[in-house]
C-alpha cells in the first residue's frame, strides 16, 4: 500500500497545533507500520526544510519536494485543479492531508483532517485579520474540500457536531481519531535547564503561565483582565503573569492594553519559546491557564497537565473534551471566573495535589502511537472502499 502524505504546513515555522499534530502523526505513522509505503510531498520556494527532509531516515519513506512557492501552486491548484499531486508523486492508493490545502488530485481518494470551524463560528476573530490571512481562507474554499473528500477525520465530538449543523456533512463521512500530545522531558526547578529558563527571561520561581498563539481567539486580553483582578487580592499581589508563544494578528491591541496596564510590570511577554524550553516554562508554572474562546483540541493544557502543573480552561469549544474532568473550567467571557478560579488554586494546596494527580493520569492516555493505529485504520478502509 502506498500512502501520499501532505507535508505542506511544516514548510514553515514556528508550528502550532496543526504543524505539531502532522508532525508527531507522519513519525508515529512511519515508525509504527514499516511494511507501509509513504510519500510525502512539499513545496516552497526554498529547499525542503530540515524537519521535513529528516523523514527520509525511514526506510519506507520517500520525499517528492517542488521547489516552488505556495502562493505559486495555490492559484494553480484553485483556477486549473493542476497539476494532480498523486501523479506528481507517481501514484498513491491514497492521499493524507493533515491540513486544509487546495489538493487537486486524479485517481487517488482523500482523507482530510479538519481541526476546527473556528472561522466559522467565530468570524469576528478574523474579520480584524490582515487581508491576505482573508483572501488565503477564501482561495481554499475548505467546506468545498470537506464535501470533495472521501473521508473526514476530526480530533474532538465537538468538531464532527459543528461539521453537522454548520455544513451540513454526514456523520457517516466523519470518523473520529484519537491525538497525542508531544513528549517532552519532565524537568524539576532545581535542575540546569529551569535555571537558565528563569534566568534568560528574569522569572520568578513560581508564576501564572500561558502558552499558545497569541491571537484573540485565544482569549489573551480576558487572561490579562483576570490577573489584575487576582492582584487586588493582599496575598496574591505579587504574582507575575508570563504569556508565552507565536505572536500572530492583534500584537498591537495586546501591547497596548499590557502597556496601560498597573501591573504592567509583573506581566512578561516572552513570545516564542523553542521545544526544549517548553518542559521548564511549565515546571516554573503553579498554575496553567487556557481559557480559548474556541478549540479543536487544544496540547498546551494537556502538555501542562503531563508536566504536573494545574489546569484551567474554559468550558467551550473541545476543551471540555479533551482536558475531561482533569481541569477547572471557567466561562471565557467572564474573566472574574478566572480570577477566582486562579486564586482557588494558588491557596488551596490540597486542590493543587488534586489537579495535578488527576492532569498526570489524564495526559498519560494520549498517545502518539494509539493515533497512529487508529489513523492506518481509516485509511485502509478508505482504500478498501475505493478499490471495491
Known amino acids: 500500500m502506498k500512502i501520499g502524505i501532505d507535508a505542506r504546513v511544516l514548510a514553515k515555522a514556528p508550528h502550532t497545533g496543526v504543524g505539531v499534530f502532522t508532525q508527531e502523526m507522519m513519525k508515529a505513522l512511519f515508525r509504527n507500520f514499516p511494511e507501509e509505503r509513504f510519500v510525502i510531498f512539499s513545496s516552497s520556494g526554498n529547499p525542503v526544510s530540515p524537519l521535513v527532509a529528516a523523514f527520509k531516515k525511514y526506510n519506507n519513506v520517500a520525499l517528492h519536494h ?12 484553485r483556477m486549473f485543479s493542476y497539476p494532480k499531486l498523486d501523479r506528481m508523486v507517481g501514484g498513491v ?20 483532517v479538519i481541526h476546527d470551524l473556528s472561522f466559522v463560528r467565530f468570524p469576528e476573530f478574523y474579520s480584524l485579520a490582515s487581508r491576505g490571512h482573508r483572501l488565503w481562507h477564501w482561495l481554499m474554499d475548505p467546506k468545498t474540500q470537506a464535501k470533495q473528500a472521501a473521508q473526514l477525520v476530526v480530533l474532538s465530538h465537538s468538531t464532527a457536531k459543528d461539521l453537522e449543523i454548520l455544513w451540513g456533512i454526514s456523520n457517516k463521512l466523519i470518523a473520529h481519531v484519537s491525538s497525542g500530545i508531544p513528549e517532552s522531558p519532565i524537568v524539576s526547578r532545581s535542575d540546569s535547564s529551569s535555571v537558565a529558563f528563569r534566568e534568560k527571561y528574569r522569572l520568578p520561581e513560581g508564576y501564572i503561565a500561558y502558552l499558545g498563539e497569541l491571537v484573540p481567539r485565544k482569549n489573551i486580553l480576558g487572561i490579562i483582565r483576570a490577573f489584575e483582578m487576582l492582584q487586588q487580592k493582599a496575598n496574591q499581589s505579587n504574582r507575575m503573569l508570563v504569556l508565552a508563544g507565536p505572536w500572530g494578528w492583534g500584537r498591537s491591541e495586546v501591547e497596548r492594553v499590557i502597556g ?7 506581566i512578561r511577554v516572552l513570545g516564542y519559546i523553542s ?52 481541569a477547572i473550567m471557567v466561562n471565557p467571557y467572564k474573566p472574574e471566573e478566572l480570577a477566582e478560579a486562579i486564586a482557588e488554586v494558588l491557596e488551596d494546596r490540597g486542590l493543587r495535589e488534586t489537579l495535578r494527580a488527576k492532569g498526570r493520569a489524564h495526559a498519560a492516555k494520549f498517545s502518539w502511537d494509539r493515533a497512529a493505529q487508529e489513523m492506518m485504520g481509516v485509511l485502509r478502509v478508505v482504500i478498501r472502499e475505493n478499490r471495491a
Do not use: C
Not at 260 to 266: F, L, P, T, V, Y
Not at 292 to 318: D, H, K, Q, T, W
Open 66 to 77: 517542488v521547489a516552488i512557492p505556495n502562493r505559486v501552486l495555490d492559484p494553480l491548484f
Open 275 to 326: 521545544d526544549e524550553e517548553k518542559p521548564a516554562l511549565y515546571t516554573d508554572a503553579d498554575v496553567f491557564v487556557y481559557p480559548s474562546f474556541f478549540e479543536g483540541f487544544g496540547f498546551p493544557p494537556l502538555e501542562a497537565m503531563a508536566a504536573g502543573v494545574p489546569v484551567i480552561i474554559s468550558n467551550r469549544g473541545a476543551l471540555p473534551e479533551s482536558a475531561g474532568e482533569a
Open 260 to 266: 496601560r496596564s498597573a501591573k504592567k510590570n509583573q
Open 93 to 112: 492508493d491514497v492521499w493524507f492531508s493533515p491540513h486544509m490545502l487546495l489538493t487537486p488530485l486524479s485517481k487517488a481518494p482523500r482523507v482530510l
